[in-house]
């Protein structure tokens, strides 16, 4: 069965990896990266809308599947090399966590769900990512 995680990026660098078709989590370490698998579901969080921000965002900003294939090295110059996965995003709206923190399980109960995210990479039920993907659903697009 696949599994579902949350990653978690400034909006900024996740717009980056929508375009690319990509996610890089952790600042670019590989081992959180072989955690995933093909068919697995991914969404990101965004605690801010830039790196190293104070402007709060605290938004779901992506939502996508894993492709087949390993993670692997991208040069992005200046010496840093972070590794990648393949995603296939989907269509999706930037959609604030608050209103969805009643029905996602990893945030029942408590007030302090965002420890669980400091990680930068938290499984999750699967169900938690059907809620964030319905929610992130473009409406009036047929979507």
């Not at 390993?70 to 110059?77: H, K, N």
């Not at 109960?109 to 659903?137: I, S």
């Amino acid at each position: 069965m696949s599994r579902a995680w949350i990653a978690v990026a400034s909006a900024e660098h996740v717009r980056r990896g929508v375009a690319g078709g990509f996610a890089q989590v952790c600042h670019g370490r590989a081992a959180p990266l072989r955690r995933l698998a093909p068919g697995d579901a991914i969404a990101y969080y965004s605690p801010t809308s830039s790196f190293r921000g104070r402007d709060a965002l605290r938004a779901f900003t992506a939502v996508g599947t894993v492709r087949d294939g390993a993670p692997y090295a991208f040069d992005m110059g200046g010496g840093f090399v972070p590794f990648r996965r393949d995603v296939d995003w989907l269509d999706a709206v930037p959609t604030p966590i608050a209103p969805l923190l009643p029905r996602l399980s990893f945030a029942a109960g408590t007030r302090h769900w965002g420890a669980r995210l400091r990680f930068g990479l938290l499984e999750v039920d699967p169900g938690d990512l059907v809620v964030v993907r319905d929610a992130m659903r473009p409406r009036g697009t047929g979507g």
